[in-house]
DNA sequence: ATTTAGCACTCTTCCCTTTTGACTGCTAAT
DNA sequence: ATTAGCAGTCAAAAGGGAAGAGTGCTAAAT
């Protein structure tokens, strides 16, 4: 074998050990891991190179070798591709989704939850949402004299609601006649349509239009949509978090502002997954773990998010392929929808 | 002083200084801290009696100090009536309470984390929930030639939502007429009476009617409402968890099945507010925990829950207090609402 | 009957040293 | 280019005071 190619296999060696067992790989067990057919000298020797050219560091002069974020790059790189989820959990996944989708909120965080028992990491995926809402149908329910409740209804059956202060003293009457108008006027248009088609409408009817398209303004401003949120558990258990402040970190993070823009900020590639390690991220409680992220749905329509948090070291195989999966499986339900 | 009163005088002295420091209280600290006019020895004495009735146990033999479970019951029990939440936090709670409304989501989610940072711990509030869920309104909106939407508004303003299949294409002007003729029929009824009152109704009414049935059956069934959750960082960031076993036992029961349930396990008392300490609880994971309840709302009709988690080592006063406050400003705002 | 001073005792914590075992780095031979 | 062999390095574990904090007990004082 030649020697360029030991060294990979080494460093790839490296990494897997290194993954499974979160402990500095020494070169005998590297040897006794892969059944290469060298003495523990010349694996040191490739170590050596390694660490010369940035792929692996050790914690002391004398320990075993530990892959760098370069070392978790290439090696995504490479297997990038050709990566497939073992058939069982194909099939769980696939059976996953035959089962009754009732309650997309309630599904979303089961498959969530499987995803992150499968990856033993925390999975967040974000609800479908449309790059451009289109309304659908509104309805008005009174709730006091001049106090009403307009809800709005999306396509995808997303719904919102806003409470509305009228003037003066409105029926429910009177409002089930201006929702059926504003419904026949506005039925498929967006926000900016329904904010251009003014004309003809009563005040109230003005209002209502005004907050209709405020609302559904707001919605397409929105970069993402629900977040649900499973496995902080597995993460949270895993070996490099006891003890440190890494934890706190990251609890900060979940629970600051909008945790879900610093996670994501990355722009997407085409329509794969993209992973980020350690430092590549921006966002410094973010630099000790890798992201694995995939984007589902139809492009320019209506799109969610799947993204694994895990440490560095974390199983990129399973991850991105799991992922690839159910992104893939996601945009079927997705574009049935449409 | 009595030798009666001066062993209570240190037991709250030791309560209140080991829920600041976290660190076994030693005799000449009490002293030190409190003024009292004896000498350490005496002190000495008096927690050797304590320790004896079982109120302070001791880590080891030359250790100061810590209450028990027991001595926070006392403690609890001793403060209960006469608490009052400082000037300054009343007011804050006030007027986050004028600050609008808009969305009793986030509103609530706002509320929990101003609560977590109050009392430094985990916080917990469900949104209220109707113990007889009423039927205001509801709306239907095609989404295929056969499957339509129910969108179901019960009374507090609660939306859900629920897909139906029927057996032949129904147009979205029938659907509208059908809306509106079921609504003014079961405006303001509860699920039993809507299932008892089916007469005069087409198939495809009886089939919308059955769903809305179930639909608030469900609603009733529920025991809580949608909950927030907040400060978990706040929680976990005590010194009795860094390191030990707790956090991950903690954050297994929160992703756990119905984890409301077994937190929320105990019945209510009065109006006012429950306090469980440590062992306490059923529920072992908690048990090193002490859990401070409200419940807010209008007896009978809709009422949620406040909770504080934290460890039992917490500021009783601070929780409680922050609790009667809290509750009393959350009854007004739901009984106003209903 | 309480309270107190004094002192011996206990136990943790910190720091230092030693030992052990796991690995590597290097060198010289293959 | 590879390997055996061995010296060197380092972390982690184990041991051993020494210091410090704090109590328990006893005998005397109030």
Redesign the interface.
């Known amino acids: 074998m030649a020697v360029r190619d030991r060294r990979e296999t080494v460093l790839r060696v490296i990494i897997e050990e290194y993954i499974t067992t979160a402990v500095p790989v020494a070169s005998n067990a590297i040897v006794a891991k892969h059944g290469l057919r060298v003495s523990p000298a010349t694996i040191r020797n490739d170590t050596a190179y390694l660490e010369q050219e940035g792929y692996v560091v050790r914690p002391h002069r004398s320990a075993g070798s530990v892959p760098t974020d370069r070392a978790y790059r290439y090696y995504v790189e490479s297997i990038e591709g050709d990566v497939e989820l073992p058939y069982v959990e194909q099939y769980l996944l696939h059976r996953m989704f035959q089962d009754a989708q009732?309650e997309l909120e309630q599904w979303l965080k089961t498959v969530a939850?499987f995803l992150a028992d499968l990856v033993h990491n925390l999975v967040v995926i974000t609800s479908p949402k449309a790059v451009r809402c289109r309304f659908?149908?509104l309805?008005l329910?009174a709730?006091q004299d001049f106090v009403s409740?307009l809800?709005v209804?999306l396509y995808e059956?997303k719904?919102r609601?806003q409470?509305l202060s009228f003037n003066r003293k409105v029926s429910q009457d009177e409002l089930?006649k201006m929702a059926?108008r504003l419904t026949s006027i506005y039925e498929g248009m967006t926000g900016t349509e329904i904010l251009a088609r003014q004309e003809g409408l009563s005040s109230e009817e003005r209002q209502i239009s005004q907050c209709l398209a405020e609302t559904i303004a707001a919605e397409d401003k929105l970069e993402f949509g629900e977040p649900y949120l499973?496995?902080?558990?597995l993460l949270?258990?895993q070996p490099e978090f006891?003890?440190g402040p890494g934890?706190?970190q990251i609890?900060?993070l979940l629970?600051g502002e909008d945790w879900l823009r610093s996670i994501f900020s990355q722009e997407f590639g085409r329509g794969g997954v993209r992973v980020v390690i350690g430092e590549e991220n921006p966002e410094p409680a973010l630099q000790d773990l890798s992201l694995i992220t995939g984007r589902y749905g139809v492009p320019d329509k209506a799109s969610g998010i799947v993204g694994v948090i895990g440490p560095k070291r974390m199983d990129y195989v399973k991850a991105i392929s799991s992922l690839n999966c159910l992104t893939a499986l996601l945009s079927n339900s997705v574009a049935e929808y449409i």
């Open positions: 009732e939850g659908k149908h309805d329910v709730l409740l809800v209804i059956a719904i609601r409470v089930t059926n499973e496995g902080l558990r949270l258990s006891t003890g934890m706190l609890l900060e629970e």
